[in-house]
């Protein structure tokens, strides 16, 4: 049998990287699922070309996801009534659990103040449903939204299991189950809560891989402490490169403390001019 390289393969992608034999551009090979760059006839060549490819291949993967890991976010929606980009900072948002909007804390206030000498104010200002008048009523619409697959209100459920808020005892197996499941749905806070969970080991045993794995998805999906605590942990493991990188993309959404870590960067000679005065001007 005669075997050809992997470099070769990707020159030829109509051979087969195990045995060499050519599809004549049918399109009859099979792609490797972990990296695509080589290909093979059946399953038997793959298993055969397995240890000669294994390196090359979890080279590449960790490649693509370096990618993904290291490509600037999109921005957190935009508020409905006013149009501007959300607070990265929760506090600065309400989530309305009668009808799953959230809206910026600006947009509240300037509600409140417009329809302060009228009972319209207390009112939900897209759906004038009034406000819960008890932690129950509250709880029965989070949970209806539930239905909906709303991560939002699955994550503030999760929330208060966990602390045992709002009058529900606290439930640590309950809360990580709906973090889960928020998370499943894409939501960065629910991965980032999943993130801390696992690393400090509070309601679930430590496992720093997968607090890793959850911070990245958090930083991935927009969030940007989840972004500094991954530079953080590149820098006291020495890669600087990468913790920097880390740094500048969580300052691009407007975190103060990355924004710092990149001046200090810029200072001792870490970070370039450029990359400075560009984080600086997204900032």
């Known amino acids: ?57 979890k080279k590449r993967l960790a490649e693509l996801f370096d990618e993904q890991l290291f490509k600037q976010p999109s921005p957190n929606e935009d508020c409905p009534i006013c149009y501007l980009r959300l607070p990265i900072e929760l506090n600065q948002c309400l989530y309305q659990s009668c009808c799953g909007k959230m809206r910026c804390l600006g947009c509240v206030y300037a509600h409140v103040t417009a329809e302060a000498d009228t009972e319209r104010y207390k009112k939900c200002v897209f759906c004038r449903t009034e406000p819960s008048s008890s932690d129950e009523v509250e709880i029965e619409r989070v949970k209806k939204r539930l239905v909906a697959n709303d991560a939002w209100a699955i994550y503030n459920l999760g929330d208060y299991y966990r602390f045992g808020m709002m009058g529900l005892r606290q439930d640590n197996a309950k809360a990580l189950e709906l973090y889960h499941k928020s998370a499943k749905l894409g939501h960065h806070h629910s991965h980032y809560s999943l993130s801390v969970c696992y690393q400090e080991g509070g309601i679930v045993g430590k496992d720093t891989r997968k607090a890793t794995y959850h911070g990245q998805l958090s930083a991935m999906a927009g969030n940007v402490q989840a972004r500094y605590n991954l530079g953080c942990d590149e820098g006291n493991a020495g890669n600087m490169d990468r913790a920097y990188k880390h740094w500048m993309i969580s300052a691009n959404d407007g975190c103060d403390k990355s924004m710092k870590e990149v001046q200090e960067g810029y200072k001792i000679g870490l970070v370039t001019k450029d990359d400075n005065a560009k984080t600086a001007r997204a900032y």
């Open 1 to 57: 049998m005669s075997t050809i390289t992997t470099t070769d393969a990707d020159d030829s992608k109509h051979h087969c990287a195990a045995c060499g034999d050519s599809d004549d551009g049918g399109g009859s090979l099979k792609a490797c699922t972990g990296c695509n760059l080589v290909k093979y006839c059946n399953r038997a060549c793959q298993v055969a070309h397995r240890p000669a490819h294994k390196k090359a291949c």
